[in-house]
C-alpha cells in the first residue's frame, strides 16, 4: 500500500505546528508569560482563562502560588499568551494522534512510518510533561533547555518522516567528506541553539534586577557566555560556506540541492542579523521570536542536507 497523499499533507502540517509551538514557547518567554498559567494543564483552575482579575478569588496571588511564592499580579495579556502556547501545542498532539492512525493502517509496507509517528508522539508527550515541570518549578534554569532540545529532536524525526513519505526516488550522494562536514555542521548549529537558550535564561534571571533604563546594560552582565554565542555564529556561518562550496563542486549532489542551499545561506544571514539587533537594541522582545524561529528553520535546512548527502 502507498502513502496517500492525504497521509502525506498531514504529514506537513504536522510539522509546520512542531515550528509553530516551538516559535510559541519563544513568544512566551519574549513576553515574561511563563507563568501567565501558574497551574497545568489547567489556567487558574479554568480550561477556559480568565480575562479580567474579577474573575479571580481574592487571594489568588497565595492560593495559586508556585513553591510557596506568591504569584505576579493577574495580567490577561500573559495569560493568554501562555494559553495560546498551550492551545496550539494541543491541536499538534491532535495531529499526532491522527497521523499515528494513518501510520498504524501502513505499518506492515511501511514499518518505519509506524515508528517514526510513533515516537513523535510519545516525544511530544514527553515535551508537554517538561513544559509542566517549567511552570511547576517556576522557570528553573536547565529545564528550558532541555525543554528545547527535546523540541528539536522531535523536529527532527518529523521532518525525516515527511521526507520518507515524499521520497519517489533515491537521492545522489555526496562524498563522504562532504556529508561529514555537513553534519558537523548540524551538529553545532545544534550547540549553538542550546548556548542561545542558555543565554536567554541567564537573561531571564537578569531582568529580575533590570528596568526598562538599563535592559542594554544586561548581556555585558552574562559575560563570556553572551560573547561565545555571538562569536560561535561566525564560525557556523564560515563553515556553511565551505559547505556551500563544497557542494557547488560536488556536481550529481548538487543538482538536488540548490535552493535548500541558498535558503540556508539566507536563514543564517538573517539570524545573524536577528542576533545583532537584539544584542544592539537592548533585547526587543519581538526579535527573539523571530531569532528562534529562523535558528529551527536553520536546523530543518541543515537536517535536510543530511538527509540528502545520504
Not at 495559586?64 to 498551550?86: D, H, S
Not at 527535546?150 to 520518507?164: D, E, G, N, Y
Not at 527573539?288 to 524561529?293: A, D, E, K, R, S
Request: charged letters at 15%; aromatic letters at 12%; hydrophobic letters at 50%.
Amino acid at each position: 500500500m502507498q502513502p496517500s497523499a492525504r497521509f502525506l499533507r498531514l504529514a506537513k502540517w504536522t510539522l509546520v505546528f512542531v515550528y509553530l509551538v516551538i516559535v510559541a514557547g519563544s513568544v512566551v518567554r519574549a513576553t515574561g508569560s511563563g507563568m501567565g498559567c501558574p497551574d497545568w494543564p489547567r489556567c487558574f483552575g479554568r480550561w477556559i482563562p480568565p480575562t479580567a482579575v474579577s474573575q479571580l478569588p481574592a487571594n489568588y496571588r497565595t492560593y495559586f502560588k508556585v513553591q510557596n511564592e506568591t504569584i505576579a499580579p493577574f495580567n490577561a495579556l500573559q495569560t493568554w499568551t501562555e494559553y495560546g502556547n498551550r492551545l496550539i501545542g494541543a491541536i499538534l498532539g491532535l495531529l499526532m494522534f491522527t497521523q499515528l492512525f494513518f501510520a498504524w493502517k501502513l505499518r506492515k509496507e511501511h514499518t518505519l512510518f509506524f515508528r517514526f509517528a510513533l515516537v513523535t508522539l510519545i516525544l511530544t508527550g514527553m515535551e508537554g510533561v517538561l513544559g509542566a515541570i517549567v511552570v511547576h518549578t517556576n522557570l528553573k534554569t536547565g529545564v528550558i533547555t532541555m525543554h528545547m532540545f527535546l523540541s528539536l529532536v522531535i523536529l527532527a524525526i518529523q521532518a525525516l518522516l515527511v521526507s520518507r513519505i515524499s521520497s519517489t526516488s533515491t537521492p545522489k550522494p555526496a562524498s563522504s567528506f562532504l556529508t561529514n562536514l555537513i553534519r558537523t555542521s548540524l551538529v553545532l548549529t545544534t550547540l549553538q541553539i542550546l548556548l542561545g537558550t542558555q543565554v536567554r535564561e541567564h537573561v531571564d534571571v537578569l531582568l529580575k534586577n533590570f528596568d526598562e533604563n538599563t535592559r542594554g546594560d544586561i548581556l555585558s552582565n552574562i559575560g563570556m557566555l553572551f560573547y561565545s554565542h555571538g562569536t560561535f555564529a561566525w564560525v557556523l556561518l564560515g563553515l556553511n560556506l565551505v559547505v556551500g562550496y563544497l557542494i557547488f563542486t560536488d556536481k550529481p549532489f548538487y543538482e538536488g540541492v540548490k535552493k535548500r542551499l541558498l535558503f540556508l545561506l539566507l536563514i543564517l544571514l538573517l539570524e545573524i542579523g536577528a542576533g545583532a539587533s537584539l544584542s544592539l537594541f537592548a533585547l526587543p522582545a519581538f526579535i527573539q521570536p523571530v531569532h528562534l524561529l529562523l535558528a529551527s528553520l536553520l536546523f530543518g535546512v541543515q537536517w535536510g542536507l543530511v538527509l540528502k548527502s545520504k
